[in-house]
């Protein structure tokens, strides 16, 4: 029993003095991820973006912001393939999302652009084609918010 208790506050002291930090531990650059206010376009694409950006930073709402992230989108959607009554089977979905955080406090903002790309595919169904597109611009959001959240995350941690 004192073997394990020894070997357990050995291996702390050796883990503490390597820099370990455990995954899932809140960092700097987290803590202020989590309070920066987010703003995009009012259209679906923007709603499902913010949506997704909020989740990615762990958006904690009753703390006061610390940064504004403002986003611009821009979506082309062009017809991949062809049937031959020359109706496209699939669709490309390039979203490309331009970004500006701003210190609430003042200072110089921050920009970048993220650019995402996805497919699907064309339906004859008028509702499934809907649907396929709709998914489209979810995967979208999704892929965008994560390579903002790591933009941002590099951003915060260089002085």
């Known amino acids: 029993m004192r073997i394990a208790a020894t070997l357990a506050i050995l291996s702390a002291v050796v883990l503490s003095a390597c820099g370990f930090t455990p995954m899932y531990a809140e960092t700097a650059s987290g803590s202020s991820l989590r309070r920066i206010a987010v703003s995009t376009p009012d259209d679906r694409l923007g709603y499902r973006l913010r949506e ?71 339906s004859d169904q008028p509702y499934a084609a809907i649907a396929a597109q709709q998914d489209g611009e979810e995967r979208a959001a999704a892929d965008l918010a994560r390579l903002i959240r790591l933009s941002l995350m590099q951003a915060l941690a260089t002085p």
């Open 52 to 122: 997704q950006l909020e989740d990615a930073l762990g958006w904690d709402r009753g703390a006061t912001p610390l940064y504004r992230l403002t986003t611009t989108v821009e979506q082309n959607r062009i017809s991949l393939g062809r049937r031959i009554d020359d109706t496209a089977t699939r669709y490309e979905l390039t979203v490309r999302a331009a970004w500006t955080l701003t210190p609430t406090s003042g200072g110089a903002p921050l920009t970048g652009v993220e650019t995402a790309t996805t497919t699907c595919s064309a």
